[in-house]
């Protein structure tokens, strides 16, 4: 009976500690809940809170972008405005100009009417001054036979045995109407009456010198003993010769330009170029220059090719016929210039 009483209250006694300890568990199982809820609710306001502040920031991005993208748009809209007023005015201009092409298309055709018309002319005036110019030369002709003015048939066979000789010796074929001969690539010897009673021979600087040198060279002499020969055969009938050395306005390195150092060099290599000349006439083509009137002159870069003794000159004029290479070439050269008797 006891022993019945002793496990009854064994038996009661750990049921209470069970129960007790469940109270305890769930207990603490409530606290713990309850404080994971409170903290989730406070979690949760907080993610709110950034959330609505993360919110408002974009809601003003956004409204700044809309302020932005508005003032952008009425820019568009004014320059729309502008381009459609632009392209209003360009089809008004590009009318008047339709209407101006139209207008320079006929001044154009009218134009080439003319032209044509003027090389008609041109082509009628050049066929009538052949003519007149082969009455003029029958009529020198026939002044000259008659015994009026002066007689220029020596300067004629001067010109035509320079030339015949001259082309013989170099297989150049030779007419009436030509007045130089091509000796060398870009240079010449030319042939020309500058007066009734006057003539000169043009030679090429590269014709009979070196670049820079102021001997003659062998093809220099053998041109000059052919032309000497018949300006000998012709002494009886020449009064002077004159042998002109010309420059161009080339300057050497040490020298500026337009330097009277260069100036005074120019005409010093065109001094000796025609003095070589003179010499070369007088020893061996033996020409006597005390017996016929014959002189060395210089001009160095003061007369180019198209200066005349009537030209109004200056420094800058001369420095302009000198501006290119080919004018260049055409100023230096070395002239004999013969006067015949009357």
Same mark, same amino acid.
């Given at each position: 009976?006891?022993?019945?009483?002793?496990?009854?209250?064994?038996?009661?006694?750990?049921?209470?500690?069970?129960?007790?300890?469940?109270?305890?568990?769930?207990?603490?199982?409530?606290?713990?809940?309850?404080?994971?809820?409170?903290?989730?609710?406070?979690?949760?306001?907080?993610?709110?809170?950034?959330?609505?502040?993360?919110?408002?920031?974009?809601?003003?991005?956004?409204?700044?972008?809309?302020?932005?993208?508005? !003032? %952008? /748009?009425?820019?568009?809209?004014?320059?729309?405005? =502008?381009?459609?007023?632009? &392209?209003?005015?360009?089809? @008004?201009? #590009?009318?008047?100009?339709?209407?101006?092409?139209?207008?320079?298309?006929?001044?154009?055709?009218?134009?080439?009417?003319?032209?044509?018309?003027?090389?008609?002319?041109?082509?009628?005036?050049?066929?009538?001054?052949?003519?007149?110019?082969?009455?003029?030369?029958?009529?020198?002709?026939?002044?000259?036979?008659?015994?009026?003015?002066?007689?220029?048939?020596?300067?004629?066979?001067?010109?035509?045995?320079?030339?015949?000789?001259?082309?013989?010796?170099?297989?150049?074929?030779?007419?009436?109407?030509?007045?130089?001969?091509?000796?060398?690539?870009?240079?010449?010897?030319?042939?020309?009456? !500058? %007066? /009734?009673?006057?003539?000169?021979?043009?030679?090429? =600087?590269?014709?009979?010198? &070196?670049?820079?040198?102021? @001997?003659? #060279?062998?093809?220099?002499?053998?041109?000059?003993?052919?032309?000497?020969?018949?300006?000998?055969?012709?002494?009886?009938?020449?009064?002077?010769?004159?042998?002109?050395?010309?420059?161009?306005?080339?300057?050497?390195?040490?020298?500026?330009?337009?330097?009277?150092?260069?100036?005074?060099?120019?005409?010093?290599?065109?001094?000796?170029?025609?003095?070589?000349?003179?010499?070369?006439?007088?020893?061996?083509?033996?020409?006597?220059?005390?017996?016929?009137?014959?002189?060395?002159?210089?001009?160095?870069?003061?007369?180019?090719?198209?200066?005349?003794?009537?030209?109004?000159?200056?420094?800058?004029?001369?420095?302009?016929?000198?501006?290119?290479?080919?004018?260049?070439?055409?100023?230096?050269?070395?002239?004999?210039?013969?006067?015949?008797?009357?």
């Amino acid at each position: 009976m006891l022993n019945d009483e002793i496990e009854s209250n064994v038996s009661w006694i750990g049921f209470s500690d069970l129960f007790f300890h469940l109270f305890i568990f769930f207990l603490i199982g409530f606290i713990v809940v309850k404080i994971s809820a409170v903290e989730a609710i406070k979690n949760s306001d907080l993610y709110a809170s950034q959330l609505e502040q993360e919110y408002d920031q974009e809601i003003a991005y956004l409204t700044a972008q809309i302020k932005a993208l508005e !003032t %952008t /748009l009425a820019a568009c809209m004014k320059e729309v405005s =502008s381009c459609e007023f632009s &392209t209003q005015k360009m089809n @008004k201009d #590009k009318t008047e100009l339709l209407l101006n092409l139209k207008t320079l298309e006929t001044e154009l055709n009218s134009c080439k009417l003319n032209l044509n018309e003027c090389q008609s002319s041109l082509n009628t005036y050049q066929e009538n001054n052949k003519k007149l110019r082969h009455k003029l030369k029958k009529y020198k002709h026939l002044v000259k036979y008659e015994g009026y003015g002066p007689d220029t048939s020596k300067v004629d066979t001067n010109k035509d045995e320079l030339f015949q000789q001259i082309a013989a010796n170099y297989n150049f074929t030779i007419t009436d109407e030509e007045h130089c001969i091509p000796i060398l690539q870009n240079d010449s010897i030319c042939v020309e009456d !500058t %007066t /009734l009673q006057e003539q000169t021979i043009s030679f090429g =600087s590269s014709v009979l010198f &070196t670049s820079g040198r102021t @001997k003659l #060279k062998i093809r220099g002499k053998d041109i000059l003993t052919i032309v000497g020969k018949v300006i000998k055969q012709k002494l009886p009938a020449i009064q002077e010769i004159q042998i002109q050395g010309h420059a161009d306005t080339t300057a050497p390195k040490q020298y500026e330009a337009d330097s009277q150092e260069s100036q005074e060099y120019n005409l010093k290599i065109a001094s000796e170029r025609a003095l070589e000349v003179f010499l070369f006439l007088k020893q061996e083509i033996a020409i006597n220059p005390a017996e016929i009137l014959m002189s060395a002159t210089s001009f160095g870069n003061y007369k180019p090719v198209k200066r005349t003794a009537e030209d109004k000159y200056n420094w800058e004029r001369i420095k302009l016929e000198n501006a290119d290479k080919d004018k260049k070439q055409l100023n230096r050269r070395i002239e004999i210039v013969l006067t015949y008797r009357r």
